[in-house]
């Protein structure tokens, strides 16, 4: 299908043709600077499909690649522990369940413990948890921009 | 439920839902805005955006519906969808808002270059999208029966209509100030009718757990999940987040990298939040509902237990508010994939104009109304629990190979996604199909993220190192600005 091919798109250039371009407008005609605030005309823009976007950094060098490298380690090697100790944590609460039966006679207020854990628990852990990585892995981009700055 | 008033409350939200998106029209012009917003959205405003787009029918209905039917296992459901925000934060937030891609496919070319892992990523998300929003249509037709006895199709009819407009008309500005609004909605319609059924109850003096007897083995509609398929859900609702299309292109409208963790600090705590609520409604269905999985409408208890403690007047219009925050759920989540479908279809086949949009939006809104009017569900959360299974078998390990390892190459990343989504895909219409396979092979395929993970991983590993790389040179430029702070 062509969907967006119909009608002149604002940016395009002149279409090859016998006609020569229509002569534009005098400059009084624009009505540019009216009293009321004219929003921005609806534009066809069209999305970069395919373009990457120009990149942000400088032209490579060894050692800006080396220091990269290493943020990039850093970063992963945070992420995977804190995971990996999320996950622990919760497969052993699975694994405890599940290999303990009678952990559920264990009641708080006719609430039993594993409703308690897995249904009020996890979540406080949770927010902690990830208050405590961005954080971290804050600092860690911090000390990049030390490093590359020098 | 007093039909009056139900329709009353889905009127009121849909039309404020429809008001917003329209107002945003104004401010919404070109196709960046339709896309991203601008990435202009505060990290408050975006979180609970996030919040109200993620917070489905299966949140809303069908965690309460199925800790009724299924009781303490249900609770893995909520933890494993607050949990996917965790790793979301770990490993994606802020490499993909610095990416600078706008969909997932974008991401995937940035990243591998070439059209063949930006055709077969965008296939997927559009498959994804369309099987995430047939559950949402489901519940909505199952609300709109239990409220007003109307036939299956008006409520998902009535569901996708609204969000067509609302994507039509605003875009994902608009669509930004919408879910917001529609979080915080969430909240209150389950939090106020909590407190008023809690207080009637302290009032006569009934114990609210039947003094404990709401804990014990569930009505026998579902057998537990086993320690296979505990973990299994688990892993593919950690994983199953990280490739929701819908959550992803959320991610775009954050400023820069660090805002994006921040933001996606807030979602967790704000999921935190709304889960305490769904649950404490389970529990008060296991007394007050405890006959609905017999009828096979689990998923709406939490729109009956109001009405069925209060009574009278008060149960009605409580009922309604319940009602509304329901909507509310079907509204978001739809019009969030809508969205993120449109833009990918309309990037991918119509160049992406803004018509090219428009016309996107119709069809990712129709095909999947027709898929839920072929198909029935009486276990929102179950179903799904299949997608996330299926999105983390494929999305889920482009994404993370794609954001860490200098690896990854494009025929891999194919290799991987077509072997997770075939895998995945054959074992949950097995299991559809085959309902009744005996235990070890029926828990492989109900739940096979365990295996279909690792699988799409090894496949993707594998083929990487056996093809070669773009040039070292386009990589660390990709690694750098993935990973490297703005300023």
């Not at chain 2, 104004?26 to 787009?53: H, K, L, M």
């Not at chain 2, 519940?139 to 039509?168: D, H, N, Q, R």
């Not at chain 2, 799409?456 to 990487?464: I, L, R, T």
Request: charged share 10%.
């Amino acid at each position: 299908m062509t969907g967006g091919e119909d009608g002149p798109a604002p940016a395009d250039p002149t279409p090859p043709g016998p006609h020569p371009p229509r002569p534009l407008p005098q400059q009084g005609f624009t009505p540019t600077d009216s009293e009321t605030p004219v929003p921005p005309p609806r534009v066809r823009v069209t999305a970069p499909a395919g373009a990457l976007p120009p990149p942000r950094t400088r032209a490579p060098d060894p050692a800006a690649n080396f220091y990269v490298r290493s943020l990039v380690r850093s970063q992963l090697r945070l992420a995977v522990s804190v995971a990996l100790g999320f996950v622990v944590v919760l497969v052993g609460m699975a694994l405890l369940l599940a290999l303990w039966p009678d952990i559920h006679g264990l009641r708080l207020f006719t609430v039993p413990l594993p409703w308690i854990a897995l249904g009020i628990g996890v979540y406080p852990l949770l927010v902690v948890t990830a208050v405590l990585f961005n954080r971290a892995a804050a600092r860690n981009e911090a000390r990049y921009r030390e490093i590359a700055r020098q | 439920m007093n039909t009056a008033l139900s329709l009353a409350a889905i009127a009121a939200v849909c039309a404020a839902t429809a008001l917003i998106a329209i107002n945003g029209l104004r401010i919404s012009r070109t196709t960046d805005d339709f896309y991203v917003a601008s990435r202009t959205v505060r990290p408050w405003w975006n979180a609970s955006a996030i919040g109200g787009e993620y917070l489905s029918a299966a949140s809303f209905l069908g965690v309460a519906g199925l800790i009724v039917l299924a009781g303490q296992d249900a609770l893995w459901f909520p933890i494993g969808y607050t949990a996917g925000y965790l790793m979301l934060l770990l490993f994606v937030a802020a490499p993909l808002r610095r990416s600078g891609a706008y969909t997932l496919p974008d991401f995937a070319q940035i990243r591998l270059g070439g059209r063949a892992a930006r055709t077969a990523t965008g296939a997927l998300v559009v498959v994804v999208g369309w099987l995430y929003i047939v559950p949402q249509l489901h519940g909505a037709a199952l609300a709109l029966e239990i409220a007003a006895g109307a036939p299956g199709w008006a409520g998902a009819g009535l569901v996708m209509a609204v969000v067509c407009v609302t994507v039509l008309s605003g875009g994902m500005r608009s669509i930004t100030f919408v879910q917001a609004f529609q979080y915080w909605l969430k909240v209150v319609s389950l939090a106020v009718p909590l407190v008023f059924v809690l207080l009637r109850l302290g009032s006569e003096g009934i114990s609210p757990t039947a003094d404990g007897a709401a804990f014990g083995p569930g009505p026998a509609m579902m057998t537990g999940f086993g320690l296979y398929g505990t973990i299994s859900l688990i892993l593919a609702l950690l994983l199953g987040t990280l490739g929701l299309p819908h959550v992803l292109v959320r991610f775009y409208t954050n400023p820069d990298g660090p805002s994006a963790r921040r933001t996606t600090v807030l979602v967790v705590g704000l999921l935190s939040l709304f889960y305490l609520f769904p649950i404490a409604f389970g529990i008060l269905g296991r007394t007050f509902a405890a006959d609905l999985p017999g009828a096979g409408t689990a998923d709406a208890t939490v729109l009956l237990v109001p009405a069925r403690v209060l009574g009278g007047t008060a149960g009605d219009l409580l009922g309604a508010l319940v009602l509304g925050g329901a909507f509310a759920s079907f509204l978001s989540t739809s019009s969030g994939l809508v969205v993120s479908v449109a833009g990918v279809i309309s990037q991918g086949l119509f160049h992406g104009t803004v018509r090219g949009f428009r016309i996107a939006t119709v069809l990712s809104c129709t095909v999947p109304l027709l898929l839920a009017l072929a198909s029935g569900s009486n276990a929102l959360a179950g179903s799904v629990g299949a997608v996330f299974a299926f999105t983390a078998s494929t999305l889920c390990p482009l994404l993370l190979l794609g954001i860490w390892w200098r690896g990854l190459t494009s025929a891999g990343a194919v290799a991987g996604m077509v072997t997770g989504a075939l895998a995945c895909g054959t074992a949950l219409l097995c299991a559809a199909a085959f309902p009744q396979l005996p235990p070890p092979a029926g828990e492989l395929f109900s739940r096979p993220a365990a295996w279909t993970v690792p699988l799409a991983f090894a496949v993707m590993v594998g083929v990487s190192r056996a093809t070669r790389a773009r040039g070292e040179e386009a990589i660390d430029r990709v690694m750098a600005r993935l990973h490297t702070p703005e300023r």
